[in-house]
């Protein structure tokens, strides 16, 4: 079995990022409500909101991948980006996670735990960069 090259391992984990980032964006996109009502928010307009953010995180995560050259710093921003997405859901779920279902406690748990091993991917790659 062949190991990645330098340069495989962080275009495929800025693609699997994109493409779970373009997904958690649609369904906050176009079904907020259903979502809503499954993790415990009774109000959920800001699910559009952080959607549409997500689907614009993903396109920058496209256009990353795609370049013939690899932007390290590009990268890292990204990395800084989903590490702080899983603070965010740490801090939520310690300081408000009574008013969550026990299905929106695992859904946000999971989501954020996805996201950090993107983000840990993410980082061994741009390292592997470092050594070409």
């Known amino acids: ?10 275009r495929r984990a ?9 997904l958690s ?3 906050m996109l176009l079904f907020s409500q259903t979502l809503g009502s ?11 909101w952080i959607g549409g953010a ?22 890292l921003g990204s990395s800084i980006g989903d590490f702080f997405w899983v603070l965010a859901s740490i801090v939520l779920l310690l ?5 969550f279902t026990p299905a929106g406690v695992w859904i946000i ?4 735990i996805m996201v950090l ?12 960069l470092a050594v070409l």
């Open 95 to 99: 300081c408000c996670g009574s008013f």
């Open 54 to 75: 997500l689907l614009l995180f993903a396109v920058d995560l496209v256009h990353q991948a795609t370049r013939p050259n690899l932007n390290r710093v590009r990268a």
């Open 109 to 112: 748990s999971l989501i954020a």
């Open 25 to 27: 964006g649609l369904v």
């Open 1 to 10: 079995m062949n190991p990645l090259s330098n340069d495989q391992l962080l």
């Open 38 to 48: 499954l993790i415990g928010i009774e109000t959920s307009w800001f699910l559009p």
């Open 14 to 22: 800025l693609f699997g990022n994109a493409v779970s980032s373009s």
């Open 117 to 128: 091993v993107f983000g840990i991917l993410q980082i061994i790659g741009v390292q592997r």
